[in-house]
C-alpha cells in the first residue's frame, strides 16, 4: 500500500467493551510502534515490534493493553474492559529498519472513544 | 533521555520564512535531532532530522549550533498548509528507534 493504514478511523465502545484497533504497516517495513495521543498532548510510545517479536512493550499503561503481530506484518491493539481514561487517539507507525537514522511513517490514527 | 524545550506556539505570515526554535541542552554526542509536524486530524509526518552539521531537504532547513544544545527548523517560505503543531525530538534509542514526542510547538500561518 502506499502508507500505513488503521482501522478503523473512529471507535466509539461502551465502558467495560473489548476494542481491536488494526494497523496495516508498510509492505517490508520491519519495525512497527503503536503510539496513543491523548486531546492536546503529543503522542505516548506504548510498544515496538520488530517482524514478530514484540521487544518493548514499556509504555503499555495497563495488562488490559495487548498488542500482537503474529506474522511480522499487521499488527492489532488490543483493549479490554475499556475504560474511559482510554479514550484518545492510537496511532501505528511502521520504518523500514530499525536504528538512528530510519523515517517512521504514521498512520492518520483510530480515535477511540469510551462512553 | 535528553529533553527538548520548544515554545508553545508561534505565529507566522504567509510567504514568509518560519523559524521554530528548540533547545536540547543535555543531548548525548551520538543522539540526533529530528522534526516532525502534525497536521489537525492526521499522523506525525517526518519532516528532517541531523547530527551536528546543517541540513537541508525539500520541506525545510535544520540548523544546529556548535555545541548541539539547540536548532531551529526553517520553514523558508510557510503557506497555509504548514499550519501544525511541530515537534522536536532527540532520539533516545537506537535499538528500538521509539520516539519521545513533548508538547511540540503550535504554528499558525496567516494570510
Known amino acids: 500500500g502506499a502508507g500505513v493504514s488503521q482501522s478503523p478511523r473512529y471507535k466509539v465502545a461502551k465502558r467495560g467493551q473489548d476494542v481491536a484497533l488494526r494497523c496495516d504497516p508498510i509492505?517490508?517495513?520491519?519495525?512497527l510502534f503503536w503510539y496513543q495521543q491523548a486531546l492536546g498532548q503529543g503522542p505516548e510510545f506504548l510498544t515496538y515490534?520488530?517482524?514478530?517479536?514484540?521487544?518493548?512493550k514499556s509504555g503499555l499503561p495497563s495488562d488490559r493493553f495487548f498488542a500482537e503481530r503474529p506474522e511480522g506484518s499487521v499488527s492489532t491493539l488490543k483493549i479490554q474492559r475499556t475504560q474511559q481514561e482510554d479514550s484518545a487517539v492510537y496511532l501505528c507507525?511502521?520504518?523500514?529498519?530499525?536504528?538512528?537514522?530510519?523515517?517512521?511513517?504514521f498512520g492518520q490514527g483510530t480515535r477511540l472513544t469510551v462512553v | 533521555d535528553a529533553k527538548t524545550t520548544q515554545p508553545t506556539s508561534m505565529d507566522c505570515a504567509e510567504g514568509r520564512a518560519a523559524n521554530l526554535p528548540c533547545n536540547h541542552s543535555?543531548?548525548?554526542?551520538?543522539?540526533?535531532v529530528y522534526w516532525y509536524r502534525q497536521i489537525h486530524s492526521q499522523g506525525p509526518q517526518y519532516i528532517i532530522h541531523?547530527?551536528?552539521n546543517n541540513e537541508t531537504n525539500e520541506m525545510a532547513s535544520l540548523i544546529i549550533t556548535e555545541d548541539r544544545k539547540s536548532s531551529t527548523l526553517i520553514l523558508p517560505h510557510a503557506t497555509l498548509r504548514d499550519t501544525a503543531v511541530y515537534y522536536c525530538?532527540?532520539?533516545?534509542?537506537?535499538?528500538?528507534?521509539?520516539?519521545?514526542f513533548g508538547q511540540g510547538t503550535t504554528l499558525q500561518v496567516k494570510p
Open positions: 507507525a511502521s520504518s523500514l529498519i530499525q536504528g538512528t537514522n530510519t523515517e517512521a511513517f
Open positions: 509492505s517490508g517495513h520491519v519495525s
Open positions: 515490534f520488530q517482524n514478530e517479536a514484540q521487544l518493548d
Open positions: 543535555t543531548i548525548s554526542g551520538n543522539e540526533y
Open positions: 541531523g547530527l551536528k
Open positions: 525530538i532527540v532520539r533516545v534509542e537506537y535499538y528500538t528507534g521509539k520516539l519521545i
